[in-house]
């Protein structure tokens, strides 16, 4: 099968551009082939698949819903964004509602259900410091615990991949020695370190902070805390929410600028209101009142986001000046690498999974494509590409 993209140019992740590009599918949604074709007026981009790995919910469903329904609705609104993986997240909850939404998220990435791919699962809390607690309910937070992550992990079908911790707090130590057992990745977030706690958290296995700038403490020219250790410290990832809200545009710039892309994750953190009209949500058994964009708590606490990932493109290639390239990299690249999966995700070329996005030169999704498949389609631009086979 082969699909070609005519006016089109193809950002491959490898640092290549492709004009008009044919792109051949086998049966199994890998790619064949990318042939170049003739030269002409390219206004839309065509780029591999958004990987969004820290998310809660969308389109009224959250993953602390624990159904198969919820995460359902999600992979089906998720494409609409370009979004073709995700990990679905969880929130700090007591013990069994946790375990009932990793119960459900296990059966949900062994089953092939269509739409975005759930590639894993990102357990934010409940070991944090409830200093930093933000949105996340303070009544089930706990000390980091060894043996119930252990538990959780096994209960996740160990697809438990990203693990949000305050490596400050006792106990820390002996969770990240079970985190790098299992093969995850520990992350700095909803934490009051400081600059000499980070070094010592990098030093025990802590490679990224959660939602930079949020929820953790911040840079003073006295203590850089975990802020200023992101900014510094070459071996951290920063998860970045790239809305405005959460973060300045000026913010997002000196994160840019300090880190570059090959060390920034582009994420949404979003709720379940992403997509939905403005009114009241909620979040962990919290109302969530969502307005103009913003989703606060009734105390004014900021409680994720409505972000969608081609918003956090168009923001950040704003804000920046960085390249489509760079956000290639940012969106795909680098959280498919940190993944384990860029043998499959994250870059085109022959053998990687046909998953695919186009926008226009606005960052509008006009196209979508998971394992070769046309998952979703804006209505008015159905007609704006040449199909010989797909």
């Not at 096994?154 to 006792?170: C, D, M, Q, W, Y």
């Not at 790098?180 to 400081?194: C, E, L, N, R, V």
């Not at 997509?275 to 009734?298: P, W």
């Not at 960085?322 to 870059?347: H, Y």
Request: aromatic content about 4%.
């Amino acid at each position: 099968m082969e699909k070609t993209f005519e006016n089109t140019i193809l950002i491959d992740g490898y640092g290549n551009r492709v004009r008009s590009p044919a792109i051949a599918i086998t049966e199994e949604g890998t790619i064949a082939s990318i042939k170049e074709g003739e030269a002409a007026t390219c206004t839309n981009y065509l780029l591999p698949g958004f990987i969004d790995t820290h998310i809660h919910g969308a389109a009224g469903a959250d993953v602390m819903d624990g159904t198969a329904e919820a995460l359902k609705i999600m992979q089906q609104a998720l494409p609409k964004e370009g979004t073709t993986g995700f990990l679905a997240t969880t929130l700090t909850a007591s013990p069994e509602a946790l375990n009932k939404a990793l119960t459900e998220a296990a059966k949900a990435i062994k089953e092939s259900r269509g739409g975005a791919g759930l590639l894993g699962i990102h357990l934010e809390g409940p070991f944090i410091n409830v200093k930093r607690a933000g949105a996340q309910p303070v009544q089930w937070v706990q000390l980091p615990d060894r043996n119930l992550f252990r538990q959780f992990q096994e209960t996740s079908g160990k697809n438990i991949r990203i693990v949000t911790l305050a490596p400050e707090l006792a106990g820390s130590s002996g969770l990240l020695e079970e985190i790098k057992k299992s093969g995850g990745i520990a992350s700095a977030g909803h934490t009051d370190a400081g600059f000499a706690e980070m070094e010592e958290a990098v030093e025990a296995g802590v490679s990224q902070v959660t939602h930079m700038f949020n929820a953790m403490r911040g840079l003073h020219h006295r203590d850089i805390g975990t802020a200023g250790a992101a900014l510094l410290k070459d071996e951290i990832f920063a998860e970045l929410i790239a809305d405005g809200i959460h973060v300045s545009p000026a913010a997002v710039s000196l994160l840019y600028k300090n880190k570059g892309a090959e060390k920034v994750l582009l994420i949404t953190d979003a709720m379940r209101a992403k997509s939905m009209a403005e009114g009241t949500y909620t979040l962990g058994g919290n109302k969530v009142h969502v307005k103009n964009g913003q989703a606060v708590l009734e105390d004014g606490t900021l409680a994720g986001s409505v972000l969608k990932m081609n918003e956090a493109c168009r923001n950040m290639m704003s804000w920046t000046g960085c390249s489509i390239e760079e956000i290639v990299q940012m969106s795909a690249v680098n959280p498919a690498r940190r993944l384990g999966l860029s043998d499959r995700k994250g870059r085109l070329s022959a053998g990687m999974d046909a998953d695919f996005t186009i926008v226009d030169e606005d960052w509008n999704v006009l196209e979508v494509y998971i394992g070769g498949k046309a998952i979703y389609r804006r209505e008015e631009q159905h007609e704006s590409h040449s199909d010989s086979g797909l």
